[in-house]
T-cell receptor, first 115, second 113 residues
Framework: EAGVTQSPTHLIKTRGQQATLRCSPI?????VYWYQQALGLGLQFLLW???????NRGNFPPRFSGRQFPNYSSELNVNALELEDSALYLC??????????????FGPGTRLTVL | AQSVTQPDIHITVSEGASLELRCNYS??????LFWYVQSPGQGLQLLLK??????LVQGIKGFEAEFKRSQSSFNLRKPSVHWSDAAEYFC???????????FGTGTKLQVIP
């Protein structure tokens, strides 16, 4: 079974540009989560999509946005990039089991560097 | 609101020694608990999870964790650490269903020969 995939692996942008990150969930998973992991700041929850809808959002400005497509893959868009947006962006997918428990499985991440 | 505390930021152990990483959670009902491991620059890998039943949970790579409701803890253990276990470990708590999972701040494990 293929795991969560993310592209690109690395992305280099300059301040003010836009970045688009992509995530394909595990087959059969309908939920996709995005996290930002900046140096020394741990995992910060960004966005959660399920069945094409945004279900929850972390404490990030509106220039962080995304969407989920009918095939459950997802995009994260970051507009007006700032230097502090440099981080590893992790995507996870999940599907509730018979007990309604939700286990997240992570992709390898996209390393975004803003110059 | 649910929360997770990992009180140890860094831990150093000798190869072959036993390991225990601490995790304390705050949640009103029965929590769903997870441990993940992250190698540098990589994504998180699920080590084990607890939803219900036996409070001692076995995971991959020889790890186990014990759920103690009275202490609100879910500590991760390994009897003999290998150099390849050097990584960052994250504890997480969820509330089941389609609810957000909250991650701890992580514990970095260094293994010395």
């Amino acid at each position: 079974e293929a795991g969560v995939t993310q592209s690109p692996t690395h992305l280099i942008k300059t301040r003010g540009q836009q970045a688009t990150l992509r995530c394909s969930p595990i087959s059969g998973h309908t939920s996709v989560y995005w996290y930002q992991q900046a140096l020394g700041l741990g995992l910060q929850f960004l966005l959660w999509y399920d069945e094409g809808e945004e279900r929850n959002r972390g404490n990030f400005p509106p220039r962080f946005s995304g969407r989920q497509f009918p095939n459950y893959s997802s995009e994260l868009n970051v507009n007006a990039l700032e230097l502090e947006d440099s981080a590893l962006y992790l995507c996870a997918s999940s599907s509730a089991d018979s007990k309604g428990a939700d286990t997240q499985y992570f992709g390898p991440g996209t390393r975004l560097t803003v110059l | 609101a649910q929360s997770v505390t990992q009180p140890d930021i860094h831990i150093t152990v000798s190869e072959g020694a036993s390991l225990e990483l601490r995790c304390n959670y705050s949640y009103g009902a029965t929590p769903y608990l997870f441990w993940y491991v992250q190698s540098p620059g990589q994504g998180l890998q699920l080590l084990l999870k607890y939803f219900s039943g036996d409070t001692l949970v076995q995971g991959i790579k020889g790890f186990e964790a014990e759920f103690k409701r009275s202490q609100s803890s879910f500590n991760l253990r390994k009897p003999s650490v290998h150099w390849s276990d050097a990584a960052e470990y994250f504890c997480a708590v969820g509330s089941g269903g389609y609810q957000k999972v909250t991650f701890g701040t992580g514990t970095k494990l260094q293994v010395i020969p």
